[in-house]
């Protein structure tokens, strides 16, 4: 643990499978509008159905990949407890979570390893936005539900 910025280390970083990109109607960037779109709605969600703040980012991570996302997590503003970011670095082939202190009582380290090894299968087949998505679902649905919005 970090103190800090009171992040839980989850060992879910791979280097086994990268994305690759087919599409070439957008030369300019790295995503469609309508995969930007999937993107945002998949971290609006995930974030206003568990009550944790879900951030991503999509890049290089550099030599040190986990000090790197840790340093992105801490300037992610917020409530750093209740964050989770989601570091995806596809030419490194990385996948990193960092997540703050509250946050990783409700996510632990099996299900960000298992988040992260559904991420990286889809990766390799090539789906960038839909890996993301379908790890920001598993990620949600671990996490539950804030106690205040629990049926009783």
Not at 48 to 73: K, M, N, S, V
Request: with cysteine; hydrophobic share 35%.
């Amino acid at each position: 643990m970090t103190g800090a910025l009171e992040v839980t280390s989850h060992d879910t970083a791979t280097r086994d499978t990268a994305p690759t990109r087919t599409d070439e109607s957008v030369p300019d960037s790295l995503f469609s509008y309508r995969e930007l779109l999937r993107l945002d709605e998949a971290l609006t969600m995930s974030s206003r159905e568990t009550g944790l703040r879900f951030t991503l980012y999509i890049g290089d991570l550099g030599p040190q990949t986990r000090a790197r996302a840790e340093e992105l997590f801490g300037r992610s503003g917020g409530d750093l407890a209740e964050s989770v970011l989601l570091a995806v670095s596809p030419g490194q082939r990385v996948v990193e979570v960092v997540t703050g202190a509250a946050a990783s009582r409700r996510l632990p380290d099996r299900a960000c390893a298992l988040a992260v090894l559904s991420m990286t299968n889809s990766f390799g087949s090539g789906d960038l936005v839909g890996g993301i998505v379908n790890g920001l679902r598993q990620l949600s649905d671990q996490a539950g539900h804030p106690r205040h919005l629990r049926p009783h």
